[in-house]
């Protein structure tokens, strides 16, 4: 129904208190405050709606544009996770998939790919992958998992296996960097 003032939908409700049609309806109200005050279709939208019950004069509510709070639930979701997917972002807010990446350009963000990084470990990074493959050794010598299972097959395995993922952000802001496979991926065969 067209956004009409209140004060026309209360003449609207008394003409159909009156008895009368829609027509007549729109016809007498554009009489007393002026050609084109109101439609014919628009009366006939507000009797149907008189005719079922519904004798409320106000609007019904609309289905379309998210609410502020869905607008600032996508600013935190894309600051806690900014490689969501406008299928994932979506599903989350529960409206459909070009609305939320209309909404995404709307806040100003582009999606953009992440850029590479040579992977340059510290001395620090080093020490603390070091001591964490050792506990993981001397947990396996202790508990002997491994040799528990009978079964035979094998597998190659990639343990470096860094995928490029586009991110949300802002047109002027760079991509969070992601470090750069090498040539080769690294990978071991697995035989259990």
């Known amino acids: 129904m067209s956004e009409i003032p209140i004060h026309i939908r209360h003449c609207i409700l008394y003409e159909f208190q009156l008895g009368n ?12 405050l002026g050609e084109g005050a109101v439609a014919d279709r628009t009366c006939r939208d507000w ?9 409320s004069l106000e609007d019904r509510p609309k289905s379309g544009r998210p609410l502020e709070s869905d607008i600032e639930r996508l600013k935190v979701l894309l600051e806690d996770n900014p490689r969501l997917t406008t299928r994932e972002l979506s599903a989350m807010l529960g409206c459909n998939q070009s609305t939320m990446d209309r909404h995404l350009h709307e806040m100003g963000k582009v999606n953009k790919l992440e850029t590479w990084v040579p992977h340059r470990l510290t001395s620090n990074n080093i020490q603390q992958r070091i001591t964490i493959c050792n506990s993981l050794l001397s947990k396996r010598n202790r508990h002997r998992f491994l040799q528990q299972i009978v079964t035979g097959d094998e597998k190659w395995v990639l343990y470096v296996n860094h995928t490029r993922k586009h991110q949300w952000v802002n047109p002027e802001d760079l991509p969070e960097p992601e470090p750069k496979n090498d040539l080769h991926p690294k990978k071991l065969m697995l035989s259990i």
């Open 21 to 32: 049609n829609a027509t007549t309806a729109a016809r007498n109200i554009c009489v007393a």
């Open 47 to 55: 009797f149907k709606r008189f005719r079922e019950g519904d004798m």
